[in-house]
């Protein structure tokens, strides 16, 4: 016979080794998914570096050195990015980083696959022939892509639905890993960029695994020398970290100057009303214009391309304080152009550019003997930190790209004071703040996605008696729109007719007693405003109006709408239950 405390003992040691065994089983299948996902992200990454870096750019460079050649090519490789994404892909208006942050937000972690291909030609064809912007922008987009369809084809090995953004964020992490030489940066960058405030922790181990893996495929054939070589070794002083604060608010705040005219141009670029290949090929133009004034200026078309041969320039001292505030404003404006018309390509690098440029204007400034690299170096991690609110990866950035260790401390002094000066700006319209609930997803729903459609309205020539036992016993809701036809007169509900005796229910109409002032929604409303109208107002249903001067009803949500809601949320998956 077994006493009842052996038995609890017992009972824990049986639920430890179960769960000890799922949890092992469980690692051992994130291990080979990841690294699945790791090895065909850097088989992909190195395909796409050797086409737009060895086939385009290599034959473009030469004749793009001239000045007719600074000035076409850019319209030529814009204008064909916008019209790969507007004829070949389903969502135009949403590529790279961008994409996956609002597919990991919005849509499980699940792509539109058919688009990928044309989405990473567009970028390939903007980053080819001369346009300012980055080669991770496609990098991360393809891990995404990779990630996810990789996890959808692996329920057998007992994955589920609930996986696929846990390995798509593995992926983007492998394609940052790759494209950079950076695992660490890879890692940091796809754990902290979907929020500003918070990070995909139950991404780590994939995310670790993935990026391993992609950046050893790389290497092996690109090598394994760091992006950016600093030939400076560096020795922190005191004065240094004070140096780095007043980088990290000059740059913080042209982080919000750069961001905000990124947005504008967006916005113009969307109201002009003209179709997206002609926006870009307008921004190509703008390109090609500033990369002129560069010839006036340093002899060659520096603002053409990715920009790395610019940082290294820049922290081994090659530009002038001149020379480097011109380089400011005319990538500036070339990334605006790229970017803000439309064309495919990331910001990532873009960012690291003007954060160098910046760096290297305010080391300028000072007197001499402060290391040359010092200022581009923390002006990199600050930019990056400020624009994408990822302080951490920006200092392993710094870390892995230049090899150069001792700029750690006061990268990441910048970084952290960038990031403050930024606040909840971000380059991004698709990062949020912070982790939300369950209770603050299905609040944030918009009243469009759960509407009943086909509206019940009551008569307002019928009784009160008849409104009871026709509409309240029959349909069991204690309210109704009173309407006529599709339009909206008044409400009315069970409340109202308590106030009446049972004779008088029998002559009194709905007309007499409904509320004419009706609190309604609009179908681009969210839940919590709906929830606020039905508290303040003991409704059961609140009516949902075509637009703010209509008065016809295309929809009602109900209380048991928002109740059931929960039903239809995702099921929690780790930390972002």
Do not use: C
């Amino acid at each position: 016979m077994e006493f009842p405390v052996r038995k609890q003992l017992l009972g824990y040691a049986e639920a430890t080794r179960q769960g000890t065994g799922v949890f092992w089983l469980r690692l051992k299948k994130w291990f080979l998914a990841a690294s699945i996902v790791g090895v065909l992200v850097g088989l992909a990454v190195t395909a796409v570096h050797w086409v737009v870096y060895e086939v385009l750019w290599g034959a473009v460079s030469q004749y793009a050195m001239t000045p007719w050649g600074t000035l076409v090519f850019p319209v030529v490789g814009l204008g064909l990015s916008g019209f790969i994404l507007q004829k070949f892909t389903k969502n135009p208006d949403l590529h790279g980083t961008e994409e996956v942050i609002e597919v990991f937000h919005h849509h499980r972690g699940v792509f539109d696959y058919r688009s990928a291909p044309a989405k990473v030609m567009a970028a390939v064809a903007t980053l080819g022939f001369g346009g300012s912007a980055g080669l991770e922008g496609p990098s991360i987009y393809i891990g995404g892509v990779v990630g996810s369809f990789v996890m959808r084809k692996s329920k057998r090995l007992g994955f589920d639905e609930n996986d696929v953004r846990t390995l798509m964020i593995a992926g983007s992490a492998a394609g940052v890993a790759a494209i950079f030489k950076a695992p660490l940066t890879g890692i940091v960058f796809a754990l902290e960029v979907p929020y500003m405030d918070d990070m995909t922790r139950e991404a780590l181990i994939p995310s670790l695994v993935a990026s391993v893996s992609a950046y050893l495929v790389l290497v092996a054939f690109l090598g394994v020398s760091p992006l950016f070589y600093v030939a400076q070794r560096y020795a922190m002083t005191t004065s240094d970290l004070a140096w780095a604060v007043v980088l990290g608010v000059v740059v913080g705040l042209l982080a919000r100057v750069f961001i905000a005219s990124f947005k504008a141009a967006q916005r113009l670029a969307a109201r002009s009303g003209l179709q997206l290949w002609m926006r870009t090929a307008i921004g190509g133009l703008v390109v090609g214009l500033l990369g002129l004034v560069g010839h006036l200026i340093y002899g060659k078309p520096m603002v053409l391309g990715t920009g790395y041969d610019l940082v290294q320039g820049l922290v081994g001292g090659g530009f002038s304080t001149s020379e480097a505030f011109w380089l400011l404003i005319l990538k500036t404006g070339a990334i605006v152009a790229t970017l803000g018309a439309g064309a495919a390509g990331g910001v990532f690098i873009p960012m690291i550019v003007l954060g160098a440029s910046a760096g290297s204007l305010l080391g300028g400034l000072l007197p001499a003997g402060t290391p040359v690299a010092l200022f581009p170096v923390v002006g990199m991690a600050a930019f990056l930190a400020a624009g994408y609110n990822t302080p951490i990866a920006a200092a392993a950035f710094i870390a892995e790209s230049t090899g150069g260790s001792g700029y750690i401390i006061p990268g990441l002094v910048g970084a952290a004071v960038a990031y403050a000066v930024a606040g909840k700006t971000s380059i991004s319209s698709s990062q949020r703040w912070r982790r939300e609930s369950r209770l603050d997803r299905m609040l944030g729903i918009k009243v469009s996605d759960i509407m009943t459609r086909d509206v019940i309205g009551v008569p307002e020539n019928i009784t009160l008696r008849d409104f009871v036992s026709d509409y309240v016993v029959k349909l069991r809701h204690k309210s109704f729109p009173v309407m006529e036809g599709k339009h909206l007169i008044g409400m009315i509900g069970l409340s109202d007719v308590n106030k009446f005796t049972a004779d008088e229910r029998g002559v009194i109409l709905v007309s007499e007693v409904m509320t004419r002032d009706v609190a309604t929604s609009l179908p681009g409303d969210t839940v919590r405003r709906v929830v606020e109208i039905m508290t303040e107002g003991d409704f059961d249903r609140v009516p949902i109006l075509e637009s703010e001067d209509s008065d016809r009803v295309i929809g009602v949500v109900s209380s048991t709408d928002i109740v059931t809601l929960d039903g239809i949320l995702e099921p929690a998956q780790g930390a972002n239950a």
